[in-house]
């Protein structure tokens, strides 16, 4: 016995002695009604059964004493008891078997796959040693708990090297260099870091070694990859000691991190694993910060993840990460007065200064999903539910026999209830095993849609917390689906069903409209409906954004992703090159114009920044402007571009011009803006804005003048897919806002061969400069129907189409069984109405009425349930209206046409019958 | 009595005083059992004119069920010829067996068949309902058969709250509801007391001098002096 079994056992002998008695009572009648059912599944009549069940048991009385000296085999017994014979019974029926655990596995599939999205998304700890000992560390303002900022280099080896708090502490950067594969230069993520990093995080690498601690801050040019990237360049181990070329500088690789592992991140994994020292040799600036960066103490550009020392822990450390703070403020009070440390779990989706508030939009999203997969469940547990009803009529005999000898409706409904949930176990294996099969797959597609640069790393094998929530799913899935048959059987009458003979279920009373199983149809009807329009909707939103453009046709236009930065150039060096690039594409034959940009419009990058009038002065107390002549500011955003950037759009201006060459490669030409219709509103309602000036906001005195004129008006472009249609948006010239990293956008002359023309720009560059790091060179179309908003919609339209259309089918078996089911329960009253007049087509019409009938009844519920979901969808799905109008009509057209053929299928075979043989069914 | 319905009469069925309504050749019906054929009825010749009332009677076990249902074109597994009204019912498809019965034939199950989901006016109204007849019609029809059985106040009653005799007159007034030419009865009295027996067995003289063909399948002597002819059957032969 185990342990547990033991633990029980004392705490029922405390029980009193009549309870004991009761129980071995039960445990008798168990095994008796065990015996009757066996002998009737044998051939025995009902009442032979019973019978020979008592007489094999003997007198009630003697046993009853045997089984008080020996409570061995009892509690577990009894449930062993239980599941061997529902064991049985599934074997027994293998037809219903298969299809209930392929019904159910659907259900529990979808919800574990959802489950295990959710978790990778939310849940799941990091690969580290531990995970639950590491928290995030952050720097915030006092004055202002919503101010955060980064880390520089010396607070941080400062905080580490104080070990109260924290046993050790790393410190990281993301940043992207552009990697040479070939003759490819390709943009990898890369994150630079702390030479402990590794170790703080508990993980060694698969091959090689992490980094040395003199490394850290060196510029010593060694690299550890990620698993994913090692991957791609062949897997190869000995690639160990081999070199990389990033940025132009020839790296050594030194070490291979072992599959899952991401750093501190949670889905996706940086390519490159880099020395904190490195980010300046290879010119990666964290926020602009200047060179040297590291022994900067104000260069605040790294993000910290510490493992607490034993005794220490999120809920504990306000305290000593106060008395840290203050002592980093008094040793350096210029750089750290009025800040003050803070913990939290470490951020799980993006990169910030500031702890993760809230997962609201990822959690809404995850319920949401969850919401949906739910609902699959639902309809296949009423599927299965329907299912055990007309089963159960079948089996009133067998429980009518239980009964009879003496089994209580307690032990028939645990009986009932151990099939049930043995059943739903099969099908949650077979759910967890299509799970991993369909998030992988989804991994695969969605893998290269989402980022070019990182890996999507993304583990279907289900951990404890995924198996454990399956289980529940198991349970809760038991609970839908046989406690209410199970109820009804355990609920029946005994004389009646003993004497029963013949037709099953003949006794009971006609299946109204409303009865039992039609409800059940209805509801699967209405549910799978709305997950079919939730499905619609989905693919139309996605049809729509693909569509969708930005307030300028894409045409065959391109561009090219210039990352002359991260080839190591310098300033004039870059902006050298950025002419010259524009130059020659401007001169292939067949371009009609090109211009750089720094983003573009349904771009995976925006950038914005606060406006206001030129000459308002700073904020002082704090207290915002009230109005714009005042310095009210606002959020625009804003984009450096170059000359001929409207015209190679296709946008013409509203008033003014566009940039000068001199604008934009001088770096000391007046200042000058184009600002969008809106901004101009914002700014000067009801005035011309062409000849004002604005500034950035100013926020403190001593700020540099940044007013600049306005000289251009132009129409909005919407610069998010998801985001407002006018958005205030400000342009400046390249002369006067410096990048490293440039769009160079194309216009294609009409009737000119995009693709050769893309072709000859590649050549074009490569001639111009062959280090120049090309990331990208593409179509704007091709671009838009592969950023990540819309890559994000179409993962959503390939999982909810897919539910749709698993709901679909879940409810056209539905619908067939039950007429399926009705027509063979009712062939006698077929052939009666048969010999009666009734001729084919009336009992065909017979038949499919009432189907349809059920069907339309619903499709009625289905469709309140779907405007309830398109208003929901409306808030987040791309220009969808509540009620959309394919989605509202194909998916009921779908579903009542699927469901014609589902009820005439059996229908047809109701008026086949042959009323002299349906009559001597009898 | 005023005819309750009429029939429109197909044009393709030759109605002439001279032939019988049924002929009979030589008809054999055998079941396929495990123990091999076993016959039923056997070297079966008969004929029947329209306007005839005959009584069946033999043993329990003789066939009689059997004829009555190949008489009312349920069963067409069997040998030799039947003409009905000059169709040779073998030849003809489903379809068309169930038209003319539907057209011709009222038939009183042996086991009732009443309809265990619907009400006893409910189980009246089902050959009305597959018949073109107007609601109201059948509304009144099935009022006028209630009350002609003595059984209105049963209408709204389920068949398993009616006792034995009561269903089985249910069963013989469902037969004649829809005014068939031809009436096949199986035992139609066979749970009633005698009085009740009794006025089927007039009410059955009275169809058949307003024209109605039947053949009922008795045991009581009492019941075949109703008919003008018994046909007795034996082993599935039908003694001269
Ligand atoms: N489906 C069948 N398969 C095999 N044999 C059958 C079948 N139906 C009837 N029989 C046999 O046919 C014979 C005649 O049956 P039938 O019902 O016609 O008798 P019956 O004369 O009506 O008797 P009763 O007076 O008891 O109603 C019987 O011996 C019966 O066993
Ligand atoms: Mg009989």
Redesign the interface.
Known sequence: MNPFNKIWHGLRSLRQAKTVKQEIDEELRFHIENRAAENLAAGMSPEEAAREARRRFGNLQSVREECRESRGASFGEATAQDVRFAHRQLLKNPGFTTVAVLTLALGIGANTAMFSLVNALLFKPIHAQQPGHLAGVYQQEKADSGNFRFFSYPNYADLRASKETFEDLLAFWPGNVAMREGDLTRPVAATFVSANYFSVLGVAPLHGRGFLPEEETSTMPVAVISYPLWQRLGADPAMIGKTLVLNNTTFTLVGIMPRGFTGTGSLTSPGLFLPLGMMDPLAVRPGGVVANTLADRSAENLSLVGRFSPGVSLANSTAPLQVLSERLAAAYPKENRGYQLVAAPIARLGFSNSPERGLGDTLFTAALTLAMSAMLLLIACLNLANMLLARGSARRKEFAVRMAVGASRRRVLRQLLTEGFLLALLSGAAGVLLAVWATHALAVFAGPGFSQKEFLTFNSTPDVRVLAVSLGFCALATIFFALGPAWRLARLNVNADLKMQGAEDARSKPAGLFAMRHLLVIGQVALSLALLVAGGMFVRSVGRAVQANPGFAFGSNFYAELQAGAAGYDEPRVRELYRGATEQIAALPGVESDSLAWSMPFGDADYAAGVQRAGSSPLVDGKPFATVAEGKDMVANNNVIGTDYFRTLGVPLLRGREFTRTEVESTNAPRVAIVSQSLADELWPGEDALGRRLQFTRARADAPDTSMEVIGVVPELKQDLMGKASHPFLYQPYGQAYQPSMLLQVRVSPGADSKSLMRQAGEALRRLDPLLPVAALKTLRASHENSVTVALLRMGARIFGTFGLVALFLAVIGIYGVRAYSVARRTREIGIRMALGASSRDVLRLILREGLLLTAMGLGLGLMLAVAIGKLANGFLYDIAVIDPFAFTMAPALLALSALLACWLPARRASKVDPIVALRSE | MKPMMSTPPRTDIAQTNTEPMIQLRDLEKCYKTKAGFTYVLRQINLDINAGEFITIMGPSGAGKSTLL?IL?M???TWEGEFLFLDHPVRRLG??ER??L??HYVG?V?Q?F?L???LTVAENLD??LS??DIRKSEREALVADVLDRFNIVGKKDLYPSQLSGGQQQLVAVA?AII?KPKLLLADEPTGNLHTDQGREIMELFKKLNQEGTTIIQVTHSETNATYGQRIVRLKDGWMEK
């Open positions: 249902s009312g349920y069963d067409h489903a379809k169930a038209l019965n539907k038939f199950f086991q068949h309809l265990d989901d089902i050959p597959y018949r469902r829809a």
